[in-house]
């Protein structure tokens, strides 16, 4: 594993989203990882019970260890809680734009919970937004940051128009959240529109995707792909995961993160 890729994201103490998610999906299609903890959370499946911020100064301090050390190809973002820990991010990646970052706007957990303070968007928007190479916002949190009601494909199509001009060179919106027998994601890159369909598959164990998602885009990344290639490697890993998901205690279960790694293709 030559290739290193960085999750700079919270530690989910249920192993099924955050850094921990992300260093299996690294693992898996071959990915050194390493991570950068910025919150620690008491969760299960069923709840975010609490969240310990870890100080912005602490991230600077992380980021700089791995920095000074590591070459890292690619990067991602993940629950970053607040606004200094944004700031640090941002300045952090500013002085290393060969690291291909992509962010995913983690705003709220899939039970409801809060995972970026108010006004911390902000943040995330006009500093980290404009470093990255893509953006990875589910229709909950495209909606949040257009204030157009993503509830279809044109929509979807709208608001990846309107996220791209805040700066990203590429956005992907997920289409998950939307109802129907599929699911389609739209990336919106270099100007053209780019869908990736699949049959939705019938479980509820879906704890964590987004953040496999952006690590597995992270990942191939890494490895030399281009924006579109990663999107499609990337939807490849998920139905494979999605198709291995399992429960894990009384609420949504874990995908299974390890179908690409053994084979499963």
């Not at 590591?70 to 606004?83: D, N, P, V």
């Not at 792909?225 to 429960?247: T, W």
Request: glycine share 10%; hydrophobic share 50%; with cysteine.
């Amino acid at each position: 594993m030559t290739v290193k890729a960085l999750s700079i994201a919270g530690f989910d103490t249920s192993g099924g989203a955050g850094v921990l998610a992300d260093i299996k999906t690294f693992a898996a299609m071959g990915v050194y990882g390493v991570s950068v903890v910025t919150a620690l959370t008491a969760q299960n499946t069923t709840s975010v019970r609490s969240v310990f911020p870890v100080p912005s100064a602490f991230v600077m301090e992380q980021l700089n260890a791995i920095f000074d050390d590591i070459k890292i190809s690619s990067a991602k973002t993940g629950m970053l809680y607040e606004t200094g820990v944004v700031l640090a991010v941002a300045e952090a990646l500013s002085c290393r734009p060969q690291i291909k970052t992509v962010v995913d706007p983690v705003m709220t957990a899939s039970s409801g919970e809060t995972l970026l303070m108010p006004g911390s968007a902000e943040a995330l928007v006009m500093k980290l937004f404009p470093l990255a190479y893509l953006v990875t916002p589910n229709t909950v949190e495209a909606s949040m940051l257009t204030g157009v009601a993503v509830t279809d494909l044109e929509s979807m199509k709208e608001a990846a128009k309107k996220i791209a001009r805040l700066g990203p060179k590429s956005v992907l919106v997920k289409g998950g959240h939307l109802a129907g027998d599929d699911v389609t994601d739209v990336l919106y890159t270099e100007g053209e529109i780019f869908k990736f369909r699949k049959k939705r598959i019938a479980t509820i164990h879906t704890h964590g995707t987004g953040c496999a998602l952006s690590a597995a885009i992270t990942a191939a990344l890494a490895q030399g792909a281009d924006v579109v290639a990663a999107v499609e490697i990337a939807e490849r890993f998920m139905e494979k995961a999605l198709q291995g998901a399992f429960p894990i205690g009384a609420g949504p279960g874990s995908i299974d993160h390890m179908a690409w790694i053994r084979g499963e293709k």
